[in-house]
């Protein structure tokens, strides 16, 4: 029989092609995945994947898509740098009008209310509107507006949602892939550009506006590790792991294929010290924190 886990999914913007190596792997290993949690851009992969999107097709498919056509504006962006108008092309293609009831597993994305900071779950509705409010990075992204929230990237207080995982299979081991190393680990942060999708302005960040931006993202990083770490340590998963990707930064232009290759490493390394079975004592830890659902997406 296979063994079931749940999976929480950490965001990580460019880094997130390293949880389709995960997927593969665990795949490829006989887990059978009972649910996914996702944050950010593990949101956006976990949506494409259970909304039945092979590992395979999903690395074919970003190998093939222009990284700049991605961050297209459309008329609908606001508060924003960039736009999601290829992103926008993207999903249509891969999740179209699914709803969450439709998926083959259990799937729950994290968000954030601008207005109120509450912690906001997605988990019923319109999925391809869920993975537009959990990759909206603040200031980045447009934020998305699903019925009285207002919408941005669940990264800022849920980095990698384990106990969300939990929640959607309460007896199963929860395996968190993180996209960040520990900080603790004595590594310098990639240099993040996140002018650099805009065609013809990447000479910005040589103006003082644009140094100051990148101190502040930089800054941001470095809290976001933290945050991570912490939630970690409080939401206890069964199992870590951790692909190299420290060295790519947000919007970074990846070799797709080498960056799918380390969550397969870290994947490999890791799987084999999974528990098989978790406690009762894991099975019954109380939740901490209770976010808001909104009534309808």
Do not use: C
């Amino acid at each position: 029989m296979k063994q079931k886990i749940s999976l929480a999914l950490g965001g990580g913007g460019s880094k997130g092609a390293a949880h389709i190596g995960v997927l593969r792997v665990v795949e490829q290993q006989g887990y059978q995945i009972a649910a996914i949690a996702g944050t950010s851009v593990g949101g956006l992969i976990a949506a494409v994947y259970l909304s039945g999107n092979s590992p395979d097709e999903m690395e074919q498919l970003l190998t093939g898509t222009e990284f700049r056509k991605l961050f297209r504006g459309s008329r609908k962006a606001r508060k924003s740098l960039l736009g999601l108008a290829g992103v926008a092309d993207l999903l249509s293609h891969t999740i179209g009008d699914i709803q969450f009831e439709d998926l083959k597993n259990p799937l729950a994305l994290t968000a954030v209310d601008l207005k109120t900071g509450q912690e906001v779950v997605l988990n019923s509705g319109s999925v391809r509107e869920a993975v537009f409010a959990t990759i909206a990075v603040p200031g980045i992204f447009p934020p998305r507006e699903i019925g009285d929230y207002d919408l941005v990237d669940g990264g800022i207080s849920n980095p990698v949602p384990v106990r969300m995982a939990r929640d959607l299979a309460r007896s199963v081991p929860v395996i968190a892939v993180s996209l960040s190393s520990s900080p603790s680990t004595n590594t310098d942060l990639p240099e993040t550009n996140l002018l650099g999708p805009i065609p013809g302005i990447e000479r910005m960040t040589h103006f003082r506006l644009g140094q100051a931006f990148q101190v502040f993202t930089r800054s941001m990083t470095i809290s976001s590790r933290l945050l991570t770490e912490l939630r970690l340590q409080l939401d206890q998963p069964d199992l870590i792991i951790r692909p190299d990707v420290d060295h790519i930064g947000l919007l970074d232009r990846v070799n797709v294929a080498e960056v799918v290759r380390l969550g397969e490493e870290a994947a490999l390394e890791s799987l084999p010290q999974l528990p098989q079975q978790r406690a009762w004592w894991q099975r019954l830890r109380p939740s901490f924190m209770n976010p808001r659902q909104p009534e309808s997406n």
